[in-house]
């Protein structure tokens, strides 16, 4: 049986930061390898550019990342981001991440784990919260 794989956006990271079980619950599954964690470059870099983000936020995010997969952004990913931000542009809550999440769940059919599931709605069908990845693997 192979392992379960899913694309995460930085609202679990955020999550996990704050104390949502749920999101640490999966982020301790991906540390004891029970699951594979798909995470973009732009969700990292979303996380580094918040204004709270300090040292200690670096150290621990650099601890988490060591325990997932970055995803590469190549060209059929940029040009599906592009596409997917063209396409809902008058939608303010899709931003450059969100779009890049969907383009790589799109290309490697991974499903998609976020702490906000109706910000995917009109995106992505099937995203799913932390709680319900976890008892995917159950």
């Known amino acids: 049986m192979s392992k379960y794989t899913a694309v995460i956006d930085s609202s679990v990271l955020l999550g ?7 999101c640490q619950n999966l982020l ?8 594979e964690i798909i995470i973009s470059p732009l969700s990292v870099s979303k996380i580094w550019s918040s204004q709270d983000f300090d040292r200690k936020s670096e150290i621990g995010y650099l601890g988490l990342l060591e325990f997932m997969t970055m995803f590469p952004i190549d060209i059929e990913t940029a040009t599906k981001t592009g596409h997917t931000l ?10 450059l991440e969100a779009a ?10 991974y499903p998609l784990v976020t ?24």
């Open 100 to 109: 890049n999440i969907v383009s790589i769940c799109n290309i490697s059919g």
């Open 115 to 138: 702490n906000r599931p109706e910000l995917y709605d009109d995106l992505f069908d099937g995203a799913i919260n932390c709680e319900e990845a976890i008892n995917k693997l159950n």
């Open 86 to 95: 063209r396409e809902t542009s008058t939608d303010i809550n899709v931003d």
């Open 16 to 22: 996990y930061k704050s104390g949502h079980t749920g």
């Open 28 to 35: 301790y599954k991906a540390i004891d390898g029970d699951i």
